[in-house]
Nanobody, 116 residues
Framework: QVQLVESGGGLVQPGGSLTLSCAAS????????MGWYRQGPGNQRAHVAS???????IIADTVKGRFTISRDNAKNTIYLQMNMLKPDDTAVYYCNAKETWRGPWWGQGTQVTVSS
């Protein structure tokens, strides 16, 4: 099994930036994809961004142009760089990983609150 631990959440003002990290318990090189999902108050859990083993990325329309996903295989970590944050970005952000025939695995989540 895979353990995923998110970090970097917190309180930020609208227009600000925040970087989230997701550290895996082992190598992430074999994952088919990894990504970020979020669940805000009263909302369903929604896809935010994902990155494949080949470094292709898929970014949700709601955050496209503001959020960037990246990975560092040496650190077994993926990142979500969030810029121009809006109050609607307030949510618990969850890390996700899957292999071709196993998973998905989920982290515990990290709270991001965008408020003045």
């Amino acid at each position: 099994q895979v353990q995923l631990v998110e970090s970097g959440g917190g309180l930020v003002q609208p227009g600000g930036s925040l970087t989230l990290s997701c550290a895996a318990s082992g190598s992430i090189s074999n994952f088919l994809s990894m990504g970020w999902y979020r669940q805000g108050p009263g909302n369903q859990r929604a896809h935010v961004a994902s990155i494949t083993s080949g470094d292709s990325t898929i970014i949700a329309d709601t955050v496209k142009g503001r959020f960037t996903i990246s990975r560092d295989n040496a650190k077994n970590t993926i990142y979500l760089q969030m810029n121009m944050l809006k109050p609607d970005d307030t949510a618990v952000y969850y890390c996700n990983a899957k292999e071709t025939w196993r998973g998905p695995w989920w982290g515990q989540g990290t709270q991001v609150t965008v408020s003045s």
